[in-house]
């Protein structure tokens, strides 16, 4: 979130509502930092304008301690705050909540009754057992290290195995990792050429409204197998080498991507 370009766009527009997504942002795994928090309030605050902060993967951090939310930070009650146990639990469970003023509670619980009447009865008696049981909090913590030990093997296995000349962004939680791909290889040339490796990852063109995230990719690492990161990643850098040696003899056009099956 750009902060300092906030204002006028909302001196501007008169947005109905803020949407950010604070701590350990999919996809580059950024946290805001506290002096941005604040200002973030301020601003809503001045301009009267509510700010719904997504929380999915505040659970998820390596540290020593989950960053706060912008909620806690909030004396205003002009957060409203949105989590979900899709990330921190699984994602079939399909039950998320919302801390808010209980008349913004009452009026969003109407609209949510017309498009799914509620929610699924099973998956919150599945999670008010694990609670009651105390074993949400084990969970989380294995959870935790086992996300963070994977990651550490994605990060290892791209230090040996891609060429020189990208940019890791190492997230502090979370389930993703941003890249910045070398030079001017673009994210969708690498995808087709990955498919031929029967491996695949996301282009960061598709978290950007505005055309932009052509060099940049997301790598998932919370659900593969330990040995399908290193080599998934290993298989991209194959992909990338082959692409670096034929840009050097001919220039890519933006070919559209190839329909290939990705095992
Ligand atoms: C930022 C963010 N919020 C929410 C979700 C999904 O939450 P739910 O499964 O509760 O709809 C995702 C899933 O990718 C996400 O990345």
């Not at 906030?6 to 996809?27: D, G, H, M, S």
């Not at 309030?41 to 719904?52: F, G, H, N």
């Not at 998820?60 to 909620?71: C, D, H, R, S, T």
């Not at 995808?191 to 932009?212: I, K, M, Q």
Request: with cysteine; charged share 25%.
């Amino acid at each position: 979130m750009r902060v300092d370009l906030l204002e006028a766009i909302l001196a501007r527009r008169q947005p109905r509502f803020i949407y950010t997504l604070p701590t350990f942002q999919n996809p580059t795994g950024v946290v805001m930092s506290l002096e941005r928090r604040r200002r973030l309030l301020q601003l809503a605050k001045r301009y009267q304008v509510p700010i719904v902060e997504d929380d999915a993967y505040g659970e998820i951090y390596f540290g020593e301690e989950a960053p706060q939310p912008l909620k806690a930070l909030d004396t205003y009650g002009n957060v409203l705050y949105l989590s979900t146990y899709s990330k921190m639990l699984a994602p079939g469970l399909r039950v998320a909540w919302l801390v808010a003023p209980e008349p913004v509670i009452e009026r969003m619980g109407l609209y949510k009754q017309t498009f799914d009447l509620n929610t699924n009865a099973i998956g919150q008696w599945i999670i008010a057992e694990l609670m009651q049981r105390d074993l949400l909090n084990e969970h989380l913590l294995r959870a935790r290290q086992c996300y963070q030990h994977k990651l550490t093997l994605m990060l290892d296995a791209i230090e040996r195995y891609w060429p020189a000349g990208g940019r890791v962004y190492p997230p502090a939680g979370g389930m993703h990792l941003w890249y910045r791909l070398p030079g001017d290889m673009r994210a969708r040339h690498l995808l087709r050429e990955a498919a031929h490796e029967r491996v695949a990852f996301v282009s960061g063109e598709l978290f950007h409204v505005d055309g932009g995230g052509h060099h940049y990719i997301r790598l998932s690492f919370a659900s593969p197998e330990e040995k399908h990161i290193t080599e998934g990643v290993r298989r991209i850098g194959i992909a990338m080498r082959r692409l670096m040696a034929r840009r050097t003899h001919s220039d890519e056009r933006d070919l559209p991507i190839e329909r290939l099956p990705v095992v």
